[in-house]
């Protein structure tokens, strides 16, 4: 049996004069589902996912390949990528002098001892009455809570800033590369279609100046042949007349 089974009492409810006199001294907390993450920046910022700095968290390049909605969309996160923020949770809860002691984290986990309680308003209200002997209260339960939320969410924030100047980097300087080879190209397909245009053109010349040189050659050569024709004829002419 566990610790939480073992302590627990009778009870289920908050005592009602407790909860009176929270709500006449307590302000309503706001909360929301998620932090806010601004646009990432080009601002330097170390993240260890990134650059492998600045804190003692040590979770490897992701090896495995995610899974994919229909739609193309990531489907889950990987693995290794839960198990980041649950030790990022763990870093903070043993080290952060604000968690001290009993808070939102040890409720949490509290939870899973009572797991059998099917209902999860009895589950909640009873893993609370049974840590308040730790000195957890409500006020306590929220603040850490909140400081949780704020602690995941400035860790996005510096994962943003670095993924960007990771990819400003690795993929921009790249993308930057492939521009002005494509204008070189670009360049070059010009050059290219300017030479096809002169030898073309000088095709065309080379074509016409062939056949006027070989129709002069022609011409002579036949004009040659038909003077040693003429000559030849007079001269059988000459031998046969002059005996």
Known sequence: ??????????FIEFDEEKKKEQAKQNKPVATSSAPVIPPASDEKTDHPLITGSGTAVNVSTPDQIPTYSPA????????????????LIDEANIKNPLFQGTDFKEFVDSKVDIDDIADENIRYRTAFNVLKST?????????????????????????????????????????????????????????????????????????????????????????????????????????????
Do not use: C
């Not at 909140?146 to 602690?151: M, P």
């Open 72 to 87: 193309g969309t990531i489907a889950g996160p990987l693995p290794e990528h839960k198990q980041y923020f649950e030790k």
């Open 1 to 10: 049996m566990s610790f939480l089974k073992q302590l627990l009492t009778p």
């Open 135 to 243: 000195g957890l209260t409500k006020e306590k339960l929220l603040s850490t809570g909140q400081e949780y939320l704020n602690i995941v969410g400035r860790d996005l924030n510096a994962f943003q800033s670095a993924h960007a100047q990771q990819y400003k980097k690795e993929v921009g300087q790249k993308e930057q590369l492939i521009q002005k080879k494509a204008e070189e190209l670009q360049v070059l397909s010009q050059r290219i279609n300017a030479l096809k245009t002169e030898i073309n053109q000088l095709t065309l010349d080379i074509n016409l100046t062939k056949d006027k040189m070989n129709t002069i050659k022609n011409s002579f050569l036949l004009a040659g042949e038909n003077k040693q024709n003429e000559i030849q004829t007079e001269l059988q002419k000459i031998a046969q007349y002059f005996k």
